[in-house]
Nanobody
Framework: QVQLVESGGALVQPGESLRVSCEVSGFTSGYAAIGWFRQAPGKEREGVSCISRTESGVVYPNFVKGRFTIFRDSAKSTVYLQMDNLRPEDTAVYYC????????????????WGRGTPVTVSS
């Protein structure tokens, strides 16, 4: 059973940086993709970024490109989402999710989910 645990969410001010983490366990080998999603109050869950064995890092929405970076530490089985120059509209619960093979921006393509970590950007 694959398990994902997010951490690192916090209250930050606009313009600040934050790194959230996703620790993955229960997956032994093979191709897999870890995606980061976010869901703001009253909005649908949206894909933010993804990384897989064949894709070094994919960022989906234009409004996070150049500000968000995804990377992993294979030794720690952890995937990170580095968020720079945060804006109030980035406020959401951030989730990581797992699927076999390649990345997808569609939440319905993912099989396992963490419980999320809240990020609030406010002055």
């Amino acid at each position: 059973q694959v398990q994902l645990v997010e951490s690192g969410g916090a209250l930050v001010q606009p313009g600040e940086s934050l790194r959230v983490s996703c620790e993955v366990s229960g997956f032994t080998s093979g191709y897999a993709a870890i995606g980061w999603f976010r869901q703001a109050p009253g909005k649908e869950r949206e894909g933010v970024s993804c990384i897989s064995r064949t894709e070094s890092g994919v960022v989906y929405p234009n409004f996070v490109k150049g500000r968000f970076t995804i990377f992993r530490d294979s030794a720690k089985s952890t995937v990170y989402l580095q968020m720079d120059n945060l804006r109030p509209e980035d406020t959401a619960v951030y989730y990581c999710a797992f699927r076999v093979e390649w990345c997808s921006s569609n939440p319905q393509d993912y099989d396992y989910w963490g419980r999320g970590t809240p990020v609030t950007v406010s002055s």
